[in-house]
């Protein structure tokens, strides 16, 4: 039991932290074996990015133990971890995008590579030895997500880090750029290299990882081998309670046309046409960059974008801006979340009424009731986890966060909903009740238009699926009878829908 | 512990007005003499007027380097038109210009698509040379002076250094505009607008706020309170000169960004900017009556605007926890 140096490369005991009003660590303990890939589960708000930012230094610990290779760590700095031979992969990358990929590896440590000549040299090396064959002289920001990825890990190695903590890092990986992850963690793995591996997504614990430890509340609620654990087991333990299904059942009896689009043409988008019926869901499906987003912003009026033409109940409107979307009784959810969806430093409540704001406007004047009344009956009805309506989003989960964006336009009640990837980055119960309002909106008369990059969600959630790609529609499917197979290969435009 | 610190932080400024003036009153009883309470309000006068007008900029995300310039132009302006319009028609003329001005700003803002505060920064700076040297063209670099006018200016004399009961006119001016602003920013849906753009253009735009129409309005006040700064300005000292404005716009920023308003746009409050004014203009006062050389004076000034950012910051980082 006990962790000795040999056995254990890192030891929390019983670490706790505070914020004010949250408790967001209740007294912790993991042991990760040397070696081994360690998962780590749990819903949002579980306090997984907590305890991975207090072993990194970026937050002090309240209370308990932290032993790494041997060492008890008090008080640490992002720098001196790394140092200390324990680097960590964040979701949203730490990599400077104006500079080359070389630069960003041997940053701030030019001097030791004695030079340029030295550190592209040395980078290269490094990403030879994972496989990556990414031009170091190439800048960050040309890269994609994948290859920042592969930077990353270099970056680490570099350090001969001794545990990589990646946080969520298949979370906008293509499954090609994810089976080289794979080979990649199991390299690692063979170098005597600790990983911790935090994921929302079951199919990658189970694929790869030898221990998963599941965090639930700010406490550990499990951990064992993986081959101990079952999927029913895994989920239960993570959302508390037991899940039935991952999906709801898709929404039936879809009725008469709602929306027609037509001639929509940008640079990106060539002769997109379709059409959405009441009480449907439909799945936009496609590689990222396919042109998935680009269709619903130009309809949303998002992008400027001329030429095309939009019916609604038979009627042609003209969208310049969201605004105008808004009254013609579109709503979205943005793909970016942070970036897009929330004013991060505003209150849930403002978050929530920030569409419906001439709901409770009177001769240019807020009522201040009316609105309370809308923040609170939201976070109650979606079941909002938070401490108060005046908090600020920005200390809410990730999808207690994009509940409040739905919530945002549930209010207005927009018959046509337009989700771009609603369900990234958040948990398996709160996924399970974004579809349910999914299908309720449909149900209710009105029509849903999902994108999302999961393919197993788009063919469980919608009636009828089109897919992208290059910029045109490929094919149009009920994914009910068509294999996924087919639906993916038109999504990657290898014909077959003609 | 923490409460203590935070909320030490968000009174900070005005511990540190009273801490100021406390300390200024021992060493230097002249500091609470009427007259140099006078003339604490006097000064307070145009200043204020300015910066709750940037107030506005700032909380909507943007910044506007432009306010020399519209000051300059609009008090040359308006003392010239005071003979041909007579005092109410110059008074409405210079109102209007300066809220011109500023929509001009936000219409070149809007149409060269610049969305990030230093894009602005560059195009006001480039406006606030503009409209100087019209002002310039105008007065061929001449200086105007009531006694010059005909007939007296009563109304703009009253302006400048008449009083109503104990308070200026000025400072009258001062708490009308204050209210006003006040209750625009905080009970109106245009002020939560500009708020919400200030915190997030790209969100507040996709949740169909009217985000350019923000624009257009914070810069449009800015440009108006601007204006009335400058007819406040030129009605004390009795004369208009085409620089006039010359260091109005940073010391607006200063003042807002020391009173607790984050120039990162979305949180901050006309109030605070009073707050900040107070300060600014108190630790001028202090280091005269202390007989500081004005070179002093100005990297005292430099001293707190990098403070004030310092604060800012570190307000963020603690936010941003959990």
Known sequence: MDATGSEYILSIKDVTKSFPGVKALGGVSIDVKRGMVHGVVGENGAGKSTLMKILSGVYKKDTGTIIFDGQTIEHTTPHESMLRGLAIIYQELNLVNSMSVGENIFLGRFKEMKGMHGTHTKARALLDSIGCKVSTTKLVSELSVSNKQMVEIAKALSFQSKLIIMDEPSTSLTSEEMALLVKIIHQLKDQGISIIYISHKLDEIFDFCDIVTVMRDGKVIDTKPKTEFTRDELITKMVGRTIENEYPERPRNPGENLMEVKGLNTRKLHDIQFHLRRGEILGLVGLVGAGRTEIVRAIFGADKVHGHQVTIRGKAVTIRNPKDAKDAGLGLIPEDRKLQGLVLPFSVEHNISMASIDRFTRFGFVRRSLEKGIGARQVQSLKIKTPNTKIAIKNLSGGNQQKCIVGRWLEIGPSIFIMDEPTKGIDVGAKYEIYVLMKEIAEKGGAVILISSELPEVLHMSNRVLTISDGRITGEFDPEHESADTIMRAALGLGGAS | ?322
Request: hydrophobic share 55%.
């Open chain 2, 1 to 322: 512990m923490k409460q203590v610190g935070a909320v030490l932080r968000d009174y900070l400024v005005l511990v540190m007005i009273l801490g100021l003036a406390l300390l200024t009153a021992i060493v230097q009883p002249k500091f609470i003499s009427p007259a140099n309470l006078v003339n604490i309000m006097r000064q307070f006068g145009p200043l204020i007027l300015v910066s709750l007008g940037m107030t506005f900029v700032i909380i909507g995300g943007f910044i506007d380097l432009s306010v020399a310039g519209t000051i300059n132009l609009v008090a040359v302006v308006t003392i010239s038109l005071i003979g041909p319009l007579g005092q109410t028609g110059a008074l409405v003329t210079g109102l209007v210009l300066g809220s011109v001005c500023g929509a001009i700003n936000a219409v070149l803002i809007l149409t060269a698509g610049a969305i990030t505060q230093a894009e602005a920064l560059f195009i006001t700076f480039g406006m606030s040379t503009f409209y100087s040297s019209i002002a310039l063209i105008y007065t061929g670099g001449s200086t105007y002076h009531f006694w010059d006018l005909k007939k007296s200016p009563d109304m703009f004399l009253a302006i400048g250094s008449g009083s109503i009961g104990v308070l200026s006119v000025s400072f009258v001016i001062f708490l009308v505009a204050l209210a006003i602003l006040w209750v625009f920013h905080t009970k109106t849906a245009a002020g939560r607008a500009i708020s919400l753009t200030g915190g997030n253009k790209t969100a507040a735009r996709l949740a169909g706020v009217p985000v350019s129409r923000s624009i257009v309005l914070i810069y449009t006040i800015a440009g108006f309170m601007a204006a009335l700064g400058a007819i406040v300005l030129f009605s004390r000292i009795t004369t208009a000169a085409p620089v006039i404005g010359a260091g109005f716009e940073t010391n607006a920023i200063l003042s807002v960004v020391v009173g607790g308003t984050t120039l990162k746009g979305g949180k901050g409050s006309v109030l605070r900017t009073v707050m900040g004014v107070l300060l600014v203009i108190l630790l001028n006062n202090t280091l005269d009556l202390l007989g500081v050389s004005s070179y002093m004076q100005w990297a005292a000034r430099g001293a707190i605007l990098v403070f004030a950012i310092w604060l800012d910051n570190r307000k963020e980082v603690q936010g941003n926890q959990l």
